[in-house]
C-alpha cells in the first residue's frame, strides 16, 4: 500500500464511524441519554452493581469521569448510589428498574439501527467485517 492507499483507508474508517456514532446519538435521543451514559448503563445491566473504579475500567475512562457518567445517570434516576455491602467504606452502581427498562429500550434500538446501518452488507460481507475489526481491536 502506498501513503495516499493508507491515508484513504484512515479517512474511510473515520467516515464510516462518524456515520454510525451520528447514527447512534440520534437514536438515543428519545431518552436524552448520551453515548457514554449509554454505554455505562449498558455495562452495568450485563455486570450487575459495580465499585465507579470497575465501572470505569470497564468503559476505560478515568475514574473521575466515571463520577460524572454516574451523576448525570443518578439525576435520571437511572441508577443508584448504595453502601457495598462486602465493605461498607465502598459504594457500588447500580441500575434501578427505570434504568433495567430504559437499558432494554436503548439495547433493543441500538440493535435496529445497527441492522439499518449494516444492512447493506451480505452476510458474507458482515462476518468478514465482524473478522477484521476483532483482529484490529486485538492489536
Known amino acids: ?12 474508517f473515520w467516515a464510516v464511524a462518524r456515520r454510525l456514532r451520528h447514527q447512534t446519538k440520534g437514536a438515543l435521543e428519545p431518552w436524552e441519554i448520551s453515548p457514554g451514559q449509554a454505554r455505562a448503563l449498558g455495562v452495568l445491566l450485563r455486570h ?14 478515568a475514574p473521575r469521569s466515571a463520577t460524572e457518567v454516574v451523576d448525570g445517570l443518578q439525576e435520571r434516576g437511572l441508577v443508584e448510589r448504595r ?3 462486602g465493605d461498607r ?15 432494554a429500550a436503548i439495547r433493543a434500538a441500538r440493535a435496529t439501527e445497527a441492522e439499518r446501518f449494516f444492512g447493506a452488507l451480505d452476510p458474507d460481507d458482515r462476518a468478514e467485517l465482524a473478522r477484521i475489526l476483532r483482529r484490529l481491536r486485538e492489536e
Open 83 to 85: 453502601p457495598d455491602p
Open 1 to 12: 500500500m502506498t501513503g495516499t492507499d493508507e491515508e484513504s483507508l484512515a479517512e474511510t
Open 48 to 61: 450487575g452493581a459495580l465499585r465507579p473504579g470497575a465501572l470505569a475500567e470497564h468503559l476505560r475512562i
Open 89 to 103: 467504606r465502598a459504594t457500588l452502581v447500580a441500575p434501578t428498574a427505570e434504568g433495567d427498562r430504559v437499558g
